[in-house]
């Protein structure tokens, strides 16, 4: 910021601080007795000021000598001990300047918001980004080995309703904030390493603020999307007969052999269960600490370490499972992204995929046209197939 900004600013800010401070004392005037009660209130009882650093190490000849180097003060507030300090002003740990100092097992005497920093730093980071690089690379080489899956039945030209416009409203409005948190989530966790040397500071400074403001008002319209999908498609993932078959022969992935399934395979249910439901539970919910949405939360420095730290294990295990998800329903299977675009697929992809379906659909348990109207093609999956 400019300094010429900068000082009208502080300008304004001090001549605000007067104008309450005129506002206050006429008040005070007014409710003599009350004011005297407050001023008497002061500090608690036993408060001991820290000590200021000597003149010569003040801030203000370091901001000469050194300049951002404020240590004389951090020092005196660490010497002070983990007293904390006081202020008027209402709310948990205001009098709290920096958190007490404590020796973790295995580590130096330090801060817990050091302690974060390094688990943030030292862990978070190096092993989340790993597992997200790690889990591309694998897809990557598999998609390069084996190709699509799929497509091996010829086109019926008979449809099937897969998904009504509803389920692919809450499908596409889930889809589209965990794009958005995901992107702005990697730029903000490792957008330093790859980001910051190509931009520089000052558009990496302005881009990385851009997408936080973004993430934090994507991830509540996420947290409503979330809760509308998992009741939307939560009767279709409960488990059934043939799934633990599918599991047992992981999904034909590493064959090639198609295993019969229900309207969603076991993989799909593994995703909804332990992704969409676990995962995308626990990162909703210590997001919302961390926006502050969640009364009694998020409140000390401590809350909003552990928030931060269970969100970033949770997003990472989130992203890459769903990287999984994502090639399963673009590039890796045939047919599969149709489906949740038009809402249709063909007889012979529910029949290739998803037997156990297709058989249901035949018998008649399963209605063909699941929404009112007719489908594209006003045809229904009744007609008999060559399948057993
Ligand atoms: C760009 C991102 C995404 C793409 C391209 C995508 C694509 C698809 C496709 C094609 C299907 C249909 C699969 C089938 O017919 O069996 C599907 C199903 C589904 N997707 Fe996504 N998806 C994306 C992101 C997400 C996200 C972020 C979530 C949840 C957090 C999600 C949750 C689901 C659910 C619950 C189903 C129904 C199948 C099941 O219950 O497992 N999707 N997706």
Do not use: C
Not at 82 to 103: A, K, W
Not at 104 to 113: N, R
Not at 259 to 264: A, C, D
């Amino acid at each position: 910021m400019p300094v010429s900004m900068r000082q009208a600013m502080i300008g304004a800010v001090l001549a605000m601080g007067m104008l309450v401070s005129a506002q206050a004392q006429t008040q005070a005037q007014a409710q003599a007795p009350a004011a005297d009660a407050a001023a008497a209130k002061g500090p608690p009882a036993g408060f001991v000021a820290p000590e200021l650093p000597a003149p010569d190490e003040s801030n203000a000849v370091r901001a000469r000598t050194q300049p951002g180097n404020n240590a004389p003060v951090w020092r005196a507030v660490r010497e002070s001990g983990n007293q904390p300090g006081y202020t008027s002003l209402p709310g948990v740990e205001m009098g709290v300047l920096i958190q007490p100092f404590v020796q973790y097992p295995g580590s130096s005497y330090t801060t817990a918001g050091e302690a974060w920093r390094q688990v943030r730093n030292n862990w978070i980071i190096p092993y989340g980004g790993s597992l997200i690089l790690i889990v591309a690379l694998a897809i990557a080489l598999f998609y390069w080995r084996r190709g699509p899956m799929g497509g091996h039945m010829a086109d019926t030209g008979r449809r099937i309703e897969r998904f009504t416009a509803l389920e692919r409203a809450v499908h596409w409005s889930v889809a589209i904030a965990f794009v958005i948190l995901a992107v702005s989530g990697i730029v903000m966790a490792f957008g330093k390493f790859f980001l910051l040397p190509v931009m520089g500071a000052t558009l990496f400074g302005w881009l990385s603020y851009a997408l936080k403001t973004v993430h934090n008002f994507a991830g509540p319209l996420f947290a409503v999307a979330l809760v509308i999908l998992i009741i939307t498609f939560f009767r279709d993932n409960m488990p059934r007969a043939g799934d633990t078959i599918w599991l047992k022969k992981g999904g034909g992935f590493l064959s090639g052999e198609e295993v019969p399934s229900g309207r969603f395979n076991a993989g799909e249910k593994i995703v909804f269960w332990g992704g969409v439901i676990v995962l995308g539970v626990v990162v909703v919910a210590s997001g919302l600490v961390l926006d502050k949405l969640v009364p009694g939360f998020g409140d000390t420095r401590g809350q909003m370490q552990i928030a931060h730290i269970v969100h970033g294990v949770a997003s990472a295990l989130m992203m890459a499972m769903f990287l999984g998800h994502i090639y399963m329903g673009t590039i890796g299977m045939r047919g599969a992204y149709q489906a949740m675009r038009t809402g249709y697929v063909d007889e012979a992809w529910a029949q290739e995929h998803h037997a156990l379906w297709y058989d249901d659909i035949r018998a008649g348990r399963v209605p063909a046209q699941r929404s009112g109207g007719s489908g594209p093609t006003g045809t229904l999956a009744t007609a008999p197939r060559g399948h057993a």
